[in-house]
Structure formats: C-alpha cells, structure tokens
C-alpha cells in the first residue's frame, strides 16, 4: 500500500496520518447517534475483543478450580506465570518479529522511519534497546502482573470479595465487562500523571520513555514501581461488583495490550491492498513530546486537563505555547528563590 494516500511525511521522513484524533462520540453532547455507531465497531474490534478471547482461553485452559485458587501454594502461580511469559511472547513477538526484525512492512505508515536496532543508546543494557526492553519485560513486569493476578484469583477464591456469577447476575457484569477498556484507561491515565511528576519521573518513569521509538518490547519495559502501580488495576475488580474471569480480561488488557499503544506503525498491513488502524497514534505522541496524550484517547481527561495532543499542527503550536509558560513558572519560582537566598 501506499500509505501517503492516508498520511503524510515530514523532513526527518516521520509520517503523519491524516486528519485528526477526535474525542470518543460517548461524550459528544447532545448525543451524535451515526457517528457512535460508526465508532462503536473500533472500540470492540480488534483489540478488546481479542484481550476479552484470551482471558476466556485462561479461564478455561489454565485457571484451576476454585478450591485449588483458594491456597496460596508455588504451582499455580508458576503455571500462570508461564502462561503470561508465553502469551507476551507470542503476541510482542508476532508483531515484532513481523514489523521490526523481517520489515515485512517496510516503513509504511511507520510513524519514525528508523527503527530501533539502528539507534544505539547507552541509556539502555548494551546499548540495546530491543533487549533492555525484553528483559525488564520478563524480569520485572511479567513477575509483577503475575503477582496481582494471583492475590487478585485467591482474594475471589476466599470470598474476600463477592464473586458474581453471570447466570445470577448477566446484566451487572455485562457492564463491568463493557467498561473494562475504561477502567484502564481511567486508571492508566492517574499512575501516569503521578509518575510524571518531576521526582518520580526521573527515578521511575524515566526508563519507560528512554524508548522514544517505541516498539511491542517497549511497552512492559518499566521500573518496578511502576509496574506494580500499572498492574494495580486489578484492584478494581476487588472494589467493583465482579467476577475473576473480568478481572482476567482486566489484567490481560493491562498486559497482552500494552503493545497496542507501542506499535509505532498507523497501520497495520493485512495484503497488498488493505490495512486496519493500529490505535497507536495517540500514544505515539505521549512518547514524541512526553506531555501530552496521558490517556489513550477513549477517556477525555486530556481534553480536560489541556494536555491532549490531536496530531495537528495546530496542536504542536498549543502544546509549544503551554511548555513556554510552563519554563517562564519555572524560571519565575528560580528567580524568586534566588533573591530571598540573596537577601
């Protein structure tokens, strides 16, 4: 394909898509009834409807009856364990592998035209970012998911919390269900915005954002706090009324999607003659300016916080206007201190 016939590049060879990334039409006032069910298919397909099929495929094929949940013992755990090892490993490994490795794409629709094996860096381990990334994907993140996960199966288990049955109560947990992809992102966006903030930026999230050319490897690639504050969202399904299979499809969206926003390409190329939207747009932007875009797009706390970042040109003019006050603050508050030492 030719992918600018949906986008452009700039001089540094970047390819900007097309058009501009809009609110979610369920937030649209008064409600705009074509354009949400023209959106609504995106928002099942492909991504959530493939996390929500591999958590009914751990239900069913890994998972362990309810009295064996019950007990904290090594087994369990490790099988989980190596399924979420194995799972990552097949899903990451498929598109990195394909877009990455083989370049079976080429640069089309890839947002940064280089990829990140011709960039070294000696912020990362042999300064490599593809396996710095991998091991601090299975050292720390995968270890850390699985832990949640498991406190979160024995807490059901237990009846530490209710554990709803769908015969009981479908329509209750068809709910929970259908807003799992919100929990995440309301979640996702708060331990961002905390971990942005200057101490823990630098201690903490600085080493996700060392991967400016994200790729699926990036996306786990996390210091331990911040995987453990990422992966939290399980919780949710502690407080909230629900059943552990939806808090498996919580910590699978948390942990087998964490690519999506990684992909660094627009598109995806299923044949010669057609592709399907990647959803990585937004998040690519998150890791090109660092200041926006802390939500992924569904959720408007970006619009409401004046940190979104809509791809336009027009946007960078905002966001540029925003950082030049933000550095005049910062130099006002220097400037201040500076004379009450000096007095």
């Known amino acids: 394909m030719d992918d600018l016939n949906f986008g452009t590049r700039d001089k540094r060879g970047h390819y900007i898509p097309n058009g501009r990334l809009e609110l979610a039409p369920i937030w649209s006032f008064p409600p705009k009834v074509l354009k949400l069910l023209k959106w609504l298919p995106g928002y099942f397909f492909p991504w959530n409807a493939f996390l929500a099929l591999t958590a009914v495929a751990y239900w069913h094929f890994i998972i362990p009856d309810r009295s064996v949940l019950a007990h904290l013992t090594w087994s369990w755990p490790l099988i989980l364990f190596a399924a979420n090892a194995a799972s990552l490993f097949v899903v990451y490994g498929f598109f990195e592998l394909n877009m990455f490795v083989l370049k079976r794409q080429g640069t089309r629709f890839k947002y940064n035209n280089l990829f990140p094996g011709e960039q070294k860096s000696d912020v990362f381990i042999s300064g490599n ?29 237990n009846g530490y919390v209710p554990w709803l049955t769908f015969t009981e109560n479908p329509w209750k947990l068809a709910i929970v269900a259908l807003i799992v992809p919100l929990i995440h992102e309301t979640h996702f966006y708060a331990i961002h915005r905390l971990i942005h903030t200057p101490f823990l930026y630098k201690w903490v999230h600085s080493i996700h954002h060392n991967s400016v050319n994200p790729s699926p490897w990036s996306s786990l690639s996390m210091h331990p706090l911040e995987a453990l504050l990422y992966f939290s969202v399980g919780v949710w399904h502690l407080i909230l ?20 926003g990684h992909l660094g390409f627009d598109r995806i190329e299923v044949t010669e003659a057609s ?7 937004s998040h690519y932007l998150h890791h090109k300016h660092f200041e926006v875009n802390y939500a992924d797009g569904v959720m408007p706390f970006d619009h409401i916080f004046g940190s979104y970042h809509d791809g336009t040109k027009e946007a960078d003019e905002r966001m540029k206007v925003r950082f030049r006050k933000k550095k005049e603050r910062i130099a006002a508050k220097l400037a201040k201190l500076a004379k009450q030492n000096a007095q």
């Open 129 to 157: 970012q593809n396996i710095d990334n991998a091991l601090r994907t299975f050292l720390i993140s995968i270890p850390l998911w699985t832990a949640v996960e498991v406190l979160v199966l024995w807490a059901f288990a």
């Open 241 to 260: 009324p629900s059943n552990p299979l939806i808090a498996l499809y919580q910590l699978n969206t948390a942990g087998l999607g964490a690519f999506i």
């Open 275 to 281: 592709a399907f939207g990647s959803h990585a747009y």
